[in-house]
């Protein structure tokens, strides 16, 4: 049984940075398992500056759905993985099931992992449920979506912060 | 004289639960005034599991507009009163008056209750003003009266709750 | 060398009413650097509003583009500048420039003076990154520039606060 953090925050909140900072402690080899893919320009840029930051200590695995199985399959081969970020891997399973049910169970999945991996977690997420409710649906879907697997992931992990202005909130642990 | 708690936070961040496990500490009779209306199948969707949760301890309330008169005339009858949420409300008010003067004067009536009510009150609300300034000009005025109401709620109350992925941080008491 | 504090929020959560009682204790002669511009009746009500709040003991200076410039040119002539807010004046420059890194050159620009300043600073900010992912890329793009903003202005400040209901939380200093 390891360590599992989660760091939650807006959009800009230096969520990524202190997870890099913290994950970092514990050595290489570091794993970063990115959610997000490729898709636009947008978020092309976003990955390439991220991917330029972490620099050349960090190995990256692509995985936009299968996130369970890919920390299962490279469980102890890491000195720590760094997930990046839940978000856009539920967004990711939402628009493939459709179905908010089969995505809390992979949610679920997911939080089964914390007390057997060997490899201690760090994961990233995004607030998003504090603005104005959205007038679109499947925003709103999304919303309480992303609300509830937070809450999920940081009930089951060690230490929880929230990021304001890039600056760490300790929330548990 | 008794003790006011208020708890705010986004979206499914926790804010309900907690609630229900601090007025539950008062022991029943627990009193539930629920301010939300079945209008359409989300929202019934929520109430229902939102009551299946509370369970049969508790005594549902149902008042969309008269909040203050229906604590007023509950008073000394429950151990404690819990309101979910001051959100809805709010929309309720404003949708009727069209007035936010007029809505903000019934949250007056609310706070100036919380010093001479005999029944501890739990009082849940939605950070909804952390998000981009809405376009659509009723939002705006909802999000500046909800953030206004919040501030007058917490000024008025003993302890201060918001809530963040399920886990609370305590901001005043 | 003096002192820089920064505050951060939802809307209407008591950011100004702190930054002003804060400002307050450096006693007068008080600076009101506004950035905001009574370009329409929503906006010139609450600025209208502030300005009653804030009383006669503070001098208002109104500077929606220059605002290192107008900071820099003032120095030493009161006791504090309170700026009110830096949202505002990014939003006033991403509309003049169009160009997203010289809007961060600015506020590297503004950043560089807390060191040298000789009159403390007290400057007031909004969080808008914490709803749902805007659908809107110029509301992206401000998302994500507000984000960088306040995070370079809290690393380089020595006290800041983030504020919910009113009630404020400090994140450093």
Known sequence: MSKT???TGGARSGKSLLAERLAGEFGAPLGYVATGRAGDAEMAERIARHQARRGT????????????EAIRGHDGYFNVMLVDCITLWLTNLLLKYDDVAKVVADVRDLTNLFSVSKTPLVLVSNEVGMGIVPENRLARTFRDLAGEANEMIAKASDEVYVTFAGLPLKLKG
Do not use: M, R, S, V
Not at 57 to 68: G, K, M, N, S, V
């Open 5 to 7: 953090i989660f760091i």
């Open 57 to 68: 200590a960090w190995q990256t695995i692509e995985e936009p759905f299968a996130l369970a």
